[in-house]
Protein backbone atom coordinates (compact mmCIF):
# COMPACT_ATOMS: atom_id res chain seq x y z
CA UNK A 1 0.00 0.00 0.00
CA UNK A 2 1.28 3.14 -0.94
CA UNK A 3 1.41 6.24 1.12
CA UNK A 4 -1.33 8.02 -0.39
CA UNK A 5 -3.51 4.73 -0.38
CA UNK A 6 -2.81 4.48 3.32
CA UNK A 7 -3.67 8.07 4.01
CA UNK A 8 -6.79 7.93 2.12
CA UNK A 9 -7.37 4.74 4.51
CA UNK A 10 -6.84 6.39 7.39
CA UNK A 11 -8.10 9.81 6.91
CA UNK A 12 -11.61 7.58 5.88
CA UNK A 13 -11.36 5.55 9.28
CA UNK A 14 -11.07 8.28 11.44
CA UNK A 15 -14.08 10.04 9.81
CA UNK A 16 -16.23 6.57 9.97
CA UNK A 17 -14.94 6.30 13.69
CA UNK A 18 -15.28 9.78 15.01
CA UNK A 19 -18.75 10.77 12.95
CA UNK A 20 -20.26 6.86 14.76
CA UNK A 21 -19.06 8.42 18.43
CA UNK A 22 -20.15 11.85 17.87
CA UNK A 23 -23.81 10.85 16.00
CA UNK A 24 -24.69 8.08 18.63
CA UNK A 25 -26.39 10.00 21.39
CA UNK A 26 -28.34 11.55 18.12
CA UNK A 27 -29.17 7.81 16.61
CA UNK A 28 -30.48 6.59 20.16
CA UNK A 29 -32.46 9.90 20.95
CA UNK A 30 -36.12 8.08 19.57
CA UNK A 31 -34.60 5.15 22.33
CA UNK A 32 -33.36 7.48 25.15
CA UNK A 33 -36.65 9.17 25.00
CA UNK A 34 -38.96 6.14 25.01
CA UNK A 35 -37.27 4.70 27.69
CA UNK A 36 -36.88 7.70 30.04
CA UNK A 37 -39.42 10.04 31.33
CA UNK A 38 -38.42 13.81 30.59
CA UNK A 39 -37.38 14.41 33.93
CA UNK A 40 -35.20 11.18 33.79
CA UNK A 41 -33.72 12.66 30.11
CA UNK A 42 -33.29 15.46 31.63
CA UNK A 43 -31.04 14.53 34.41
CA UNK A 44 -28.94 12.76 31.83
CA UNK A 45 -28.36 15.42 30.10
CA UNK A 46 -26.98 17.54 32.99
CA UNK A 47 -25.13 14.56 33.87
CA UNK A 48 -23.30 14.44 31.05
CA UNK A 49 -22.62 18.06 30.53
CA UNK A 50 -21.35 18.75 34.40
CA UNK A 51 -18.70 15.94 33.37
CA UNK A 52 -17.76 17.37 30.00
CA UNK A 53 -17.16 20.40 32.03
CA UNK A 54 -15.45 18.56 34.78
CA UNK A 55 -12.61 16.67 33.28
CA UNK A 56 -11.28 19.82 31.77
CA UNK A 57 -10.96 21.95 35.14
CA UNK A 58 -10.00 18.48 37.11
CA UNK A 59 -6.87 17.70 35.37
CA UNK A 60 -6.10 20.83 33.83
CA UNK A 61 -6.66 19.17 30.16
CA UNK A 62 -3.47 17.29 30.68
CA UNK A 63 -5.03 15.17 27.97
CA UNK A 64 -4.78 17.71 25.59
CA UNK A 65 -0.93 18.06 26.31
CA UNK A 66 0.01 14.05 25.89
CA UNK A 67 -0.88 14.14 22.29
CA UNK A 68 1.58 17.42 21.50
CA UNK A 69 4.90 16.79 23.72
CA UNK A 70 5.58 13.07 23.07
CA UNK A 71 5.12 13.54 19.30
CA UNK A 72 8.33 12.64 17.45
CA UNK A 73 10.28 11.97 20.52
CA UNK A 74 12.46 8.70 21.14
CA UNK A 75 10.38 5.88 23.58
CA UNK A 76 12.19 7.20 26.53
CA UNK A 77 11.21 10.46 26.32
CA UNK A 78 7.69 9.08 25.33
CA UNK A 79 6.95 7.21 28.69
CA UNK A 80 8.26 10.25 30.62
CA UNK A 81 5.18 12.54 29.16
CA UNK A 82 2.93 9.57 29.16
CA UNK A 83 3.83 8.22 32.87
CA UNK A 84 4.44 11.68 34.26
CA UNK A 85 1.23 12.74 33.09
CA UNK A 86 -0.68 9.80 34.04
CA UNK A 87 0.00 10.09 37.56
CA UNK A 88 -0.63 13.89 37.64
CA UNK A 89 -4.18 12.93 36.80
CA UNK A 90 -4.41 9.79 39.50
CA UNK A 91 -3.20 12.58 42.07
CA UNK A 92 -5.99 15.32 41.22
CA UNK A 93 -8.73 12.84 40.62
CA UNK A 94 -7.68 11.01 44.12
CA UNK A 95 -7.64 14.96 45.83
CA UNK A 96 -11.16 15.04 43.86
CA UNK A 97 -12.71 11.55 45.04
CA UNK A 98 -11.12 11.77 49.00
CA UNK A 99 -12.82 15.91 48.83
CA UNK A 100 -16.12 14.64 47.86
CA UNK A 101 -16.13 12.06 50.62
CA UNK A 102 -15.53 14.50 53.22
CA UNK A 103 -17.96 16.81 51.66
CA UNK A 104 -20.84 14.67 51.27
CA UNK A 105 -19.61 13.19 55.34
CA UNK A 106 -19.69 16.54 56.52
CA UNK A 107 -22.19 18.96 54.65
CA UNK A 108 -23.91 16.90 52.82
CA UNK A 109 -23.02 18.43 49.66
CA UNK A 110 -25.47 16.07 47.60
CA UNK A 111 -28.52 17.76 48.95
CA UNK A 112 -27.60 21.13 47.41
CA UNK A 113 -27.37 19.89 43.80
CA UNK A 114 -30.87 19.86 43.20
CA UNK A 115 -31.83 16.99 40.59
CA UNK A 116 -28.62 15.32 40.28
CA UNK A 117 -27.69 14.95 43.90
CA UNK A 118 -28.13 11.16 44.34
CA UNK A 119 -25.96 10.65 41.33
CA UNK A 120 -22.56 13.07 42.38
CA UNK A 121 -20.55 9.67 42.10
CA UNK A 122 -21.67 9.21 38.85
CA UNK A 123 -20.46 12.00 37.72
CA UNK A 124 -17.14 11.59 38.98
CA UNK A 125 -16.98 8.46 37.34
CA UNK A 126 -17.88 9.15 34.49
CA UNK A 127 -15.28 11.78 34.59
CA UNK A 128 -12.45 8.86 35.48
CA UNK A 129 -13.65 7.08 32.61
CA UNK A 130 -13.82 9.84 29.88
CA UNK A 131 -10.17 10.98 30.68
CA UNK A 132 -8.83 7.28 30.37
CA UNK A 133 -10.07 6.73 26.81
CA UNK A 134 -9.41 10.81 26.38
CA UNK A 135 -5.82 10.53 27.55
CA UNK A 136 -5.24 6.91 25.93
CA UNK A 137 -7.11 7.89 22.54
CA UNK A 138 -4.50 11.23 22.45
CA UNK A 139 -1.18 9.04 23.14
CA UNK A 140 -2.12 6.87 21.07
CA UNK A 141 -2.49 9.17 18.28
CA UNK A 142 0.88 11.04 18.87
CA UNK A 143 2.61 7.86 18.42
CA UNK A 144 1.03 7.42 15.03
CA UNK A 145 -0.96 4.57 15.97
CA UNK A 146 -3.60 6.00 14.31
CA UNK A 147 -5.94 2.88 13.63
CA UNK A 148 -5.81 2.40 16.89
CA UNK A 149 -7.64 5.49 17.49
CA UNK A 150 -9.76 5.63 14.95
CA UNK A 151 -11.24 1.98 15.46
CA UNK A 152 -11.59 3.06 19.05
CA UNK A 153 -14.60 5.35 17.57
CA UNK A 154 -16.26 2.34 16.18
CA UNK A 155 -15.87 0.71 19.13
CA UNK A 156 -17.65 3.60 21.52
CA UNK A 157 -20.10 3.49 19.27
CA UNK A 158 -21.00 0.10 18.71
CA UNK A 159 -20.33 -0.66 23.17
CA UNK A 160 -22.38 2.65 23.72
CA UNK A 161 -25.54 1.01 21.51
CA UNK A 162 -25.49 -2.53 22.78
CA UNK A 163 -24.89 -1.48 26.49
CA UNK A 164 -28.09 0.83 26.33
CA UNK A 165 -30.03 -1.47 25.02
CA UNK A 166 -29.18 -4.11 27.55
CA UNK A 167 -29.35 -1.54 30.78
CA UNK A 168 -31.84 1.51 30.25
CA UNK A 169 -34.69 -0.45 29.86
CA UNK A 170 -34.43 -1.96 33.19
CA UNK A 171 -32.53 0.42 35.36
CA UNK A 172 -33.37 3.76 33.64
CA UNK A 173 -30.82 6.78 34.38
CA UNK A 174 -28.19 4.74 36.24
CA UNK A 175 -28.56 2.15 33.29
CA UNK A 176 -27.67 5.20 31.23
CA UNK A 177 -24.60 6.33 33.50
CA UNK A 178 -23.85 2.28 33.66
CA UNK A 179 -23.85 2.31 29.80
CA UNK A 180 -21.64 5.21 29.36
CA UNK A 181 -18.64 4.55 31.91
CA UNK A 182 -18.79 0.81 30.87
CA UNK A 183 -18.37 2.00 26.84
CA UNK A 184 -16.03 4.16 28.10
CA UNK A 185 -13.69 1.61 29.87
CA UNK A 186 -14.32 -0.84 27.24
CA UNK A 187 -12.70 0.92 24.91
CA UNK A 188 -9.88 2.38 26.99
CA UNK A 189 -8.37 -0.95 27.29
CA UNK A 190 -9.09 -1.84 23.43
CA UNK A 191 -6.85 1.65 23.05
CA UNK A 192 -4.61 0.71 25.97
CA UNK A 193 -4.30 -3.45 24.45
CA UNK A 194 -3.79 -2.42 20.92
CA UNK A 195 -1.34 0.83 21.35
CA UNK A 196 0.32 -0.97 23.41
CA UNK A 197 0.41 2.27 25.83
CA UNK A 198 1.13 0.46 28.74
CA UNK A 199 4.58 -0.05 27.47
CA UNK A 200 5.04 3.02 28.19
CA UNK A 201 4.24 3.57 31.57
CA UNK A 202 7.01 3.21 34.14
CA UNK A 203 7.13 5.08 37.56
CA UNK A 204 10.74 5.70 37.43
CA UNK A 205 10.31 7.99 34.25
CA UNK A 206 7.49 10.34 35.84
CA UNK A 207 9.44 13.72 36.05
CA UNK A 208 7.99 17.11 37.59
CA UNK A 209 9.80 18.97 34.90
CA UNK A 210 7.99 17.37 32.28
CA UNK A 211 4.78 17.94 34.30
CA UNK A 212 5.28 21.24 34.17
CA UNK A 213 6.48 21.36 30.90
CA UNK A 214 2.57 19.95 29.73
CA UNK A 215 0.58 21.66 32.03
CA UNK A 216 2.03 25.27 30.92
CA UNK A 217 1.08 24.08 27.94
CA UNK A 218 -2.53 22.90 28.94
CA UNK A 219 -3.65 25.47 31.59
CA UNK A 220 -4.36 27.76 29.71
CA UNK A 221 -7.12 25.63 27.23
CA UNK A 222 -9.21 25.82 30.99
CA UNK A 223 -10.68 29.34 30.20
CA UNK A 224 -11.92 28.03 27.15
CA UNK A 225 -14.07 24.79 28.16
CA UNK A 226 -15.30 27.22 31.09
CA UNK A 227 -16.28 29.55 28.55
CA UNK A 228 -18.08 26.34 26.06
CA UNK A 229 -19.91 25.65 29.16
CA UNK A 230 -21.05 29.15 30.01
CA UNK A 231 -22.96 29.44 26.15
CA UNK A 232 -23.83 26.10 25.79
CA UNK A 233 -24.95 24.48 29.24
CA UNK A 234 -25.28 27.12 32.09
CA UNK A 235 -28.90 27.52 31.02
CA UNK A 236 -29.48 23.73 32.36
CA UNK A 237 -29.16 24.66 35.86
CA UNK A 238 -31.00 28.18 35.67
CA UNK A 239 -33.72 26.14 33.74
CA UNK A 240 -33.71 23.44 36.56
CA UNK A 241 -34.01 25.93 39.62
CA UNK A 242 -36.93 27.89 37.99
CA UNK A 243 -39.00 25.05 36.06
CA UNK A 244 -37.75 21.92 37.05
CA UNK A 245 -36.17 18.73 35.67
CA UNK A 246 -38.49 17.95 32.91
CA UNK A 247 -37.90 21.46 31.07
CA UNK A 248 -34.45 20.42 31.08
CA UNK A 249 -35.61 17.22 29.60
CA UNK A 250 -37.53 19.22 26.37
CA UNK A 251 -34.98 21.83 26.11
CA UNK A 252 -32.26 18.68 25.66
CA UNK A 253 -33.73 16.89 23.45
CA UNK A 254 -34.79 20.37 21.34
CA UNK A 255 -31.15 20.77 21.37
CA UNK A 256 -30.36 17.50 20.22
CA UNK A 257 -31.65 18.57 15.97
CA UNK A 258 -29.51 22.07 15.80
CA UNK A 259 -26.64 19.85 17.51
CA UNK A 260 -26.41 17.39 14.46
CA UNK A 261 -26.12 20.07 12.40
CA UNK A 262 -22.82 21.50 14.46
CA UNK A 263 -21.48 17.55 14.06
CA UNK A 264 -21.52 18.14 10.35
CA UNK A 265 -20.10 21.16 10.42
CA UNK A 266 -16.93 20.04 12.74
CA UNK A 267 -16.01 17.32 10.53
CA UNK A 268 -15.69 19.45 8.11
CA UNK A 269 -14.24 22.22 9.96
CA UNK A 270 -10.99 20.32 10.83
CA UNK A 271 -10.75 20.20 6.81
CA UNK A 272 -11.15 23.80 6.64
CA UNK A 273 -8.17 24.66 9.25
CA UNK A 274 -6.18 22.80 7.16
CA UNK A 275 -6.67 24.80 4.09
CA UNK A 276 -6.36 28.22 6.02
CA UNK A 277 -3.25 27.06 7.59
CA UNK A 278 -1.71 26.47 3.53
CA UNK A 279 -3.77 29.03 2.02
CA UNK A 280 -3.65 32.06 4.39
CA UNK A 281 -0.63 33.99 2.73
CA UNK A 282 -1.30 32.93 -0.32
CA UNK A 283 -2.68 35.07 -3.44
CA UNK A 284 -5.95 34.48 -4.06
CA UNK A 285 -7.04 33.68 -0.71
CA UNK A 286 -9.49 36.34 0.02
CA UNK A 287 -11.39 34.87 -2.65
CA UNK A 288 -10.62 31.12 -1.98
CA UNK A 289 -12.28 32.53 1.90
CA UNK A 290 -15.12 34.12 0.58
CA UNK A 291 -16.30 31.52 -2.20
CA UNK A 292 -16.40 28.81 0.92
CA UNK A 293 -17.53 31.06 3.40
CA UNK A 294 -20.74 31.70 0.63
CA UNK A 295 -21.10 27.82 0.45
CA UNK A 296 -21.27 27.41 4.25
CA UNK A 297 -23.68 30.25 5.00
CA UNK A 298 -25.88 28.68 2.16
CA UNK A 299 -25.99 25.05 2.97
CA UNK A 300 -26.46 26.34 7.00
CA UNK A 301 -29.08 28.50 6.18
CA UNK A 302 -30.85 25.74 4.00
CA UNK A 303 -30.07 23.69 7.23
CA UNK A 304 -31.56 25.98 9.89
CA UNK A 305 -34.80 26.69 7.61
CA UNK A 306 -35.25 22.99 6.87
CA UNK A 307 -35.16 22.25 10.87
CA UNK A 308 -37.49 24.98 11.52
CA UNK A 309 -40.04 24.09 9.13
CA UNK A 310 -40.28 20.37 9.85
CA UNK A 311 -39.55 20.21 13.54
CA UNK A 312 -42.41 19.12 14.63
CA UNK A 313 -42.31 16.53 12.10
CA UNK A 314 -38.77 15.75 13.04
CA UNK A 315 -39.68 15.07 16.47
CA UNK A 316 -43.03 13.55 16.18
CA UNK A 317 -40.68 10.35 14.51
CA UNK A 318 -37.35 10.52 16.49
CA UNK A 319 -38.85 11.39 19.65
CA UNK A 320 -41.38 10.05 22.00
CA UNK A 321 -44.71 11.68 22.24
CA UNK A 322 -44.21 12.77 25.73
CA UNK A 323 -41.37 15.37 24.15
CA UNK A 324 -43.43 16.79 21.41
CA UNK A 325 -43.80 20.47 23.14
CA UNK A 326 -39.66 20.32 22.51
CA UNK A 327 -40.35 21.15 18.29
CA UNK A 328 -41.21 24.96 19.09
CA UNK A 329 -37.70 25.29 20.14
CA UNK A 330 -35.92 23.76 17.48
CA UNK A 331 -36.48 26.72 14.83
CA UNK A 332 -35.06 29.12 17.22
CA UNK A 333 -31.92 27.13 18.75
CA UNK A 334 -30.94 26.39 14.99
CA UNK A 335 -30.18 29.82 14.47
CA UNK A 336 -27.38 29.31 17.18
CA UNK A 337 -25.62 26.66 15.03
CA UNK A 338 -25.86 29.36 12.38
CA UNK A 339 -24.05 31.74 14.02
CA UNK A 340 -21.59 28.84 16.14
CA UNK A 341 -20.67 27.75 12.77
CA UNK A 342 -19.85 30.95 11.00
CA UNK A 343 -17.69 31.68 14.68
CA UNK A 344 -15.60 28.62 14.06
CA UNK A 345 -15.36 29.53 10.41
CA UNK A 346 -13.94 32.89 10.89
CA UNK A 347 -12.15 31.67 13.96
CA UNK A 348 -9.08 29.66 11.94
CA UNK A 349 -7.79 33.06 10.54
CA UNK A 350 -7.14 33.07 13.90
CA UNK A 351 -5.00 29.77 13.58
CA UNK A 352 -3.16 30.65 10.76
CA UNK A 353 -2.08 34.01 11.90
CA UNK A 354 -1.09 32.62 15.75
CA UNK A 355 -3.00 34.82 17.46
CA UNK A 356 -5.02 32.81 19.30
CA UNK A 357 -5.75 35.81 21.86
CA UNK A 358 -8.58 36.36 19.73
CA UNK A 359 -10.40 33.28 19.99
CA UNK A 360 -9.92 33.94 23.92
CA UNK A 361 -11.49 37.88 23.90
CA UNK A 362 -14.74 36.71 21.77
CA UNK A 363 -15.62 33.35 23.62
CA UNK A 364 -14.79 35.68 26.71
CA UNK A 365 -17.45 38.06 25.44
CA UNK A 366 -19.84 35.51 24.46
CA UNK A 367 -19.81 33.48 27.69
CA UNK A 368 -20.33 36.89 29.99
CA UNK A 369 -23.28 37.53 27.26
CA UNK A 370 -24.51 33.81 27.87
CA UNK A 371 -24.49 34.30 31.74
CA UNK A 372 -26.14 37.29 31.74
CA UNK A 373 -28.85 36.77 29.01
CA UNK A 374 -29.50 33.18 30.89
CA UNK A 375 -30.08 34.35 34.05
CA UNK A 376 -32.41 37.89 32.19
CA UNK A 377 -34.08 35.83 29.79
CA UNK A 378 -35.22 32.51 31.00
CA UNK A 379 -36.82 34.59 34.08
CA UNK A 380 -38.90 36.52 31.67
CA UNK A 381 -39.34 33.49 28.58
CA UNK A 382 -39.09 30.20 30.48
CA UNK A 383 -37.70 28.01 27.55
CA UNK A 384 -37.91 30.44 24.87
CA UNK A 385 -35.67 32.70 26.55
CA UNK A 386 -32.91 30.38 27.16
CA UNK A 387 -33.32 29.33 23.56
CA UNK A 388 -33.13 32.81 22.91
CA UNK A 389 -29.95 33.46 25.04
CA UNK A 390 -27.96 30.68 23.20
CA UNK A 391 -28.54 32.73 19.95
CA UNK A 392 -27.51 35.69 21.15
CA UNK A 393 -24.30 34.55 22.52
CA UNK A 394 -23.67 32.43 19.73
CA UNK A 395 -24.14 35.56 17.73
CA UNK A 396 -22.14 38.23 19.53
CA UNK A 397 -19.23 35.70 19.52
CA UNK A 398 -18.62 35.56 15.68
CA UNK A 399 -19.97 39.15 15.74
CA UNK A 400 -16.41 39.77 17.21
CA UNK A 401 -14.54 36.91 15.20
CA UNK A 402 -15.90 38.58 12.35
CA UNK A 403 -14.51 41.93 13.53
CA UNK A 404 -11.33 40.56 15.11
CA UNK A 405 -10.25 38.41 11.21
CA UNK A 406 -11.27 41.42 9.54
CA UNK A 407 -8.13 43.16 9.36
CA UNK A 408 -6.62 39.56 7.87
CA UNK A 409 -9.80 39.51 5.13
CA UNK A 410 -12.61 40.78 4.23
CA UNK A 411 -15.74 39.71 3.70
CA UNK A 412 -17.20 40.90 0.25
CA UNK A 413 -21.17 41.06 -0.43
CA UNK A 414 -22.00 40.95 2.93
CA UNK A 415 -25.49 41.82 2.05
CA UNK A 416 -25.73 38.15 0.70
CA UNK A 417 -25.91 37.26 3.90
CA UNK A 418 -28.04 40.17 5.79
CA UNK A 419 -30.73 38.86 3.13
CA UNK A 420 -29.91 34.94 3.86
CA UNK A 421 -30.10 35.98 7.61
CA UNK A 422 -33.53 37.83 7.31
CA UNK A 423 -35.30 34.94 5.37
CA UNK A 424 -33.99 32.78 8.37
CA UNK A 425 -35.80 34.72 10.86
CA UNK A 426 -38.89 35.51 8.79
CA UNK A 427 -39.15 31.28 8.66
CA UNK A 428 -38.94 31.12 12.34
CA UNK A 429 -41.63 33.79 12.25
CA UNK A 430 -44.21 32.47 10.70
CA UNK A 431 -43.62 28.36 11.30
CA UNK A 432 -45.43 28.80 14.34
CA UNK A 433 -48.71 29.80 12.82
CA UNK A 434 -48.32 26.88 9.80
CA UNK A 435 -50.13 23.65 10.83
CA UNK A 436 -50.63 22.15 7.00
CA UNK A 437 -47.43 19.81 6.22
CA UNK A 438 -48.28 20.53 2.78
CA UNK A 439 -47.94 24.42 2.88
CA UNK A 440 -44.31 24.10 4.93
CA UNK A 441 -43.09 21.72 2.74
CA UNK A 442 -44.54 24.46 -0.47
CA UNK A 443 -42.70 27.55 1.85
CA UNK A 444 -39.32 25.28 1.74
CA UNK A 445 -39.06 24.75 -1.64
CA UNK A 446 -40.05 28.36 -2.34
CA UNK A 447 -36.99 29.47 0.15
CA UNK A 448 -34.60 27.27 -1.02
CA UNK A 449 -35.52 28.96 -5.29
CA UNK A 450 -35.01 32.50 -3.41
CA UNK A 451 -32.11 31.23 -1.58
CA UNK A 452 -30.56 29.45 -4.72
CA UNK A 453 -31.27 32.78 -6.86
CA UNK A 454 -29.33 34.87 -4.48
CA UNK A 455 -26.41 32.77 -4.37
CA UNK A 456 -26.37 31.79 -8.12
CA UNK A 457 -22.88 32.95 -8.76
CA UNK A 458 -21.36 30.40 -6.16
CA UNK A 459 -23.84 27.65 -7.46
CA UNK A 460 -21.75 27.84 -10.91
CA UNK A 461 -18.76 27.55 -9.45
CA UNK A 462 -19.62 24.64 -7.05
CA UNK A 463 -21.27 22.80 -10.49
CA UNK A 464 -17.52 23.54 -12.17
CA UNK A 465 -15.65 22.40 -9.27
CA UNK A 466 -18.00 19.00 -8.82
CA UNK A 467 -17.93 18.52 -12.87
CA UNK A 468 -13.54 19.15 -12.29
CA UNK A 469 -13.61 16.93 -9.47
CA UNK A 470 -15.11 14.19 -11.64
CA UNK A 471 -12.60 14.46 -14.20
CA UNK A 472 -9.77 14.28 -12.41
CA UNK A 473 -11.08 11.31 -10.53
CA UNK A 474 -11.55 9.59 -14.04
CA UNK A 475 -8.50 10.47 -14.73
CA UNK A 476 -6.73 8.93 -11.75
CA UNK A 477 -5.29 12.45 -10.93
CA UNK A 478 -7.03 12.09 -7.26
Same mark, same amino acid.
Given at each position: ??????L?????????????????????????????????????????????????????????? !?????????? +??????????????????L?V?????????????????G????????????I???? *???????????????????????????C???????????????????????????????????????????????????????? +?????????? !?????????????????????????????????????I???V?????????????????Y +?????? !??R????????????????????????????????????????????????????????S? *??????Y??????????????????????????????????????????????????????????????? !????????V?????? +?????????????????????????????????????????
Amino acid at each position: MSKYQRLASNSLLIFVGNLGSKLIGFVMLPFYTRWLSVADYGITDVITIYATLLLSVLTFCIAEA !VFIFPKGEDK +RKQSEYFSSGLVFSFVMLLIVAIFLYLSDFFFKISSYLGGIGEYVWSVYWMIVASL *ALQYLTQFSRSIDKIKVYAISGIILTACTAILAFTLIPEYGVRGFIAAQILSLIITALYVLIYSKAYSFFTLKNVNFDVCREML +RYSMPLIPNG !VMWWLVAALNRPIIESNYGMEAVGIFSVANKFPSLVAIIFSVFFYAWQASVMEEFKKEGY +REFYNR !VLRLIFLLLTLLSCGLAIFSELLISIVADEKYIEAWKLIPILSVAVLFSSLAGFCGANFSA *AKESKYYFYSSLWGALASVVLSFTLISMFNLYGAALAVVLSHAVTAALRIKYSWQYVKITQWYVYVIMLS !VNIFVILTVFYIDDM +RVKTLMFILLFLIVAAVNASILKDIKQLMHTYIHKFKEGRI
